[in-house]
C-alpha cells in the first residue's frame, strides 16, 4: 500500500499562484508514476499534470499548459500553480500508480486526501 498526503491549497486571488506539494510513504517502490486531479463542484474530476517516476515523461491538461509544473523529488512531488483563474478553483488531489499503463491519465490507484484550492476574481 502506499499512503499519500496532500497539502498545499488556500485562497488566492486571480493572477497570483500556489504550490501544492504531495508525499508518499509505504511501498514507495512500486509507484510508476504520480500526479494531480481535480474537481470542481458540478463538474467531472479531471487529471491536469502527471509524471513518470523516472521524470521521462509528464502530461497537463490544454487548461494548465504554460501555467502549472509538475516535479517530482524522491517520493514527494509538487505542483506549481502560476496565473491562477477562477476557473482553477476545485479540490485537488494527489495519485499514484503502480499499474503500468501507455496512459497518464488514468489508472491511478492511490489517492490523496484532497486540498481545496480556491481563485477569486
Known amino acids: 500500500q502506499v499512503q499519500l498526503v496532500d497539502a498545499g491549497g488556500g485562497l488566492v486571488q486571480a493572477g497570483g499562484s500556489l504550490r501544492l506539494s504531495c508525499a508518499a510513504s509505504?511501498?514507495?517502490?512500486?509507484?510508476?508514476?504520480m500526479g494531480w486531479f481535480r474537481q470542481a463542484p458540478g463538474k467531472e474530476r479531471e487529471c491536469v499534470a502527471a509524471?513518470?517516476?523516472?521524470?521521462?515523461r509528464t502530461y497537463y491538461a490544454d487548461s494548465v499548459k504554460g501555467r502549472f509544473t509538475i516535479s517530482r523529488d524522491a517520493a514527494k512531488n509538487t505542483l506549481q500553480m502560476n496565473s491562477l483563474k477562477p476557473e482553477d478553483t476545485a479540490v485537488y488531489y494527489c495519485?499514484?500508480?503502480?499499474?503500468?499503463?501507455?496512459?497518464?491519465?488514468?489508472?491511478?490507484?492511490?489517492w490523496g486526501q484532497g486540498t481545496q484550492v480556491t481563485v477569486s476574481s
Open positions: 495519485v499514484a500508480s503502480s499499474i503500468g499503463s501507455a496512459s497518464m491519465t488514468w489508472n491511478y490507484e492511490y
Open positions: 509524471i513518470s517516476w523516472s521524470g521521462d
Open positions: 509505504g511501498r514507495t517502490f512500486s509507484i510508476l508514476r
